[in-house]
């Protein structure tokens, strides 16, 4: 019976060329899908949503597709994600940042659900204080936290996020122009 060595994320930095779309999970490679044009609205709307809320309390940042180390065999890349002031370094770091940003932004149009599941549950679990995660073709968003709570908005239903202070968005306004 054969059986798979996993990686550490410095070999699969070391040997993934950087062209190729993957996350090391579990110290193994997974292949991400190329994303369609539903995704990256979903996903560029999520991105002017929440650089409006920091320009209006300036206390964290938005990074699009950042890789980060959550362990010695966990390297992911959501498609959104933020990091509060206390998180970024002073100086950008030659290697990928060893934290879970504060918070994620997912947008599923090819994912199986038990990649996704398992990409929410380690996010949570090394501190990432919530992941949302929009549907395009639902159109909802549900929202995990490390309770095990997690809600559903859709609509004008307001998407909160407690981390963020004063964050209410209608889950309407991340799908516009679908």
Do not use: W
């Amino acid at each position: 019976m054969a059986t798979t060595a996993t990686l550490t994320v410095k070999e699969f930095l070391a040997q993934t060329p950087e062209d190729q779309r993957c996350e090391l999970i579990h110290g193994e490679i997974v292949p991400m899908g190329n994303a369609k044009f539903k995704h990256e609205k979903v996903k560029a709307n999520a991105n002017r949503i929440f650089v409006a809320y920091f320009l209006s309390k300036p206390m964290g940042e938005v990074y699009i597709e950042t890789m980060y180390q959550l362990t010695e065999t966990d390297a992911l890349q959501p498609d959104l994600s933020i990091l509060l002031k206390d998180q970024i370094p002073a100086e950008a770091p030659e290697d990928l940042l060893d934290l879970a940003p504060a918070v994620v932004f997912e947008v599923v149009s090819s994912e199986s659900a038990a990649h996704l599941e398992e990409r929410i549950e380690l996010f949570l679990e090394k501190g990432t204080r919530a992941v949302l995660v929009a549907f395009t073709t639902t159109r909802v968003l549900r929202v995990f936290e490390p309770s095990g709570v997690a809600r559903l908005a859709r609509g004008d239903q307001a998407v909160e996020i407690e981390v963020l202070p004063g964050f209410s968005v209608p889950a309407s306004r991340f799908f516009e122009g679908l």
